[in-house]
């Protein structure tokens, strides 16, 4: 798979995927003007990509300042996808970040783990950005 | 006379507390435009995080409500560019106590009584009720007739801390003005 690396702007988040090293990050605001024009060809390699992983350490951090209820959407598909994946053996951490003080993004980190049974889901505060 | 009826509008928005109003076609650049202003101003005023996020979410969801499913709208003809404008009232402001999210566009007839009903439902629902019907949508997809993920008024309730209102007004035979208020 090609790595992928996409600048953040003001709607959607910035996108750092490494297959190389299976680290993959998205951070920033989420309220792209089409979420399936930027989210789809994301989500496409990398739901491969998971389903291919055989005994594998993958390492997911997801720090968003906001995100709106259709980018909810995928992020439930990209968790679900994760947690099959554990469920097969591999080993998959993701790592939710949230800012400071900012209760309802925590709460939506705690929820995800929560329903998670295979995917280890670490809660980290960041300071506002 | 001109400076009259300027001043009239923005004396009538004062009273109101309305520090952003927005009427006419909504689109994706306009929200941008918005969603920026409102984020500085927010950080301006040190609003607190959790509400100051809190409207912001409320203005993006009821913003894209617009531009989505507003029943008053200009479109193309089908051989030019999918050009399809959504007209539609949005206002944020502050009145005594606390931060207020308004909407308003013309919903079809049809429309109107499941929009009641879903808003009725939402309204009755406690928090973790709320979050429970989040999920199940989020899970199993938007409902028909859905452009995004069907979640966008379970996540304005959500966020409204002090509730929500929204009413509905005859127009003519085939639309009804919808409006609602969110209270952070």
């Known amino acids: 798979m090609e790595n992928i690396k996409i600048e953040r702007t003001d709607r959607h988040p910035e996108i750092d995927f490494d297959y190389s090293t299976n680290r993959f990050s998205i951070r920033g605001f989420s309220y792209p003007e089409n979420v399936k024009d930027f989210y789809d060809p994301i989500l496409g390699p990398f739901m491969e990509h998971l389903n291919s992983l055989d005994g594998a350490s993958v390492n997911l951090e997801c720090a968003f300042n906001y995100f709106h209820s259709s980018s909810a959407q995928v992020l439930y598909k990209i968790f679900d996808a994760m947690e099959i994946c554990a469920a097969k053996g591999n080993s998959i951490t993701i790592m939710w970040g949230y800012e400071s003080g900012d209760d309802n993004m925590q709460e939506a980190g705690e929820d995800f783990a929560e329903d998670m049974e295979h995917v280890k889901l670490i809660l980290k505060e960041f300071e506002p950005t | ?184």
């Open chain 2, 1 to 184: 006379m001109l400076i009259d009826k300027v001043t009239a509008l923005r004396d009538h928005m004062n009273e109101d507390g309305v520090s952003f109003c927005f009427t006419g076609f909504m689109t994706e650049e306009v929200l941008s435009g918005i969603a920026q202003a409102l984020k500085k101003k927010l950080e301006l005023e040190k609003v607190e995080i959790n509400t100051a996020k809190g409207i912001f979410s409320i203005v993006i969801e009821l913003s894209q409500n617009i531009i989505r499913y507003s029943a008053e709208h200009k479109m193309s003809e089908p051989e030019h560019n999918d050009i399809d404008l959504r007209y539609g009232v949005l206002a944020v402001g502050h009145d005594e106590n606390h931060h207020y999210v308004v909407c308003g566009n013309m919903v079809h007839k049809e429309d109107s009584e499941r929009l009641s009903n879903s808003l009725n439902h939402i309204k009755g629902l406690d928090k973790k009720e709320l979050k429970a019907l989040y999920k199940k949508t989020l899970r199993e997809g938007p409902p028909k007739g859905s452009k995004g993920a069907g979640v966008g008024f379970v996540e304005i309730a959500m966020r409204a801390t002090q509730g929500f209102e929204f009413d509905f007004q005859e127009n003519d035979n085939a639309n009804v003005f919808f409006a609602l208020k969110a209270t952070i």
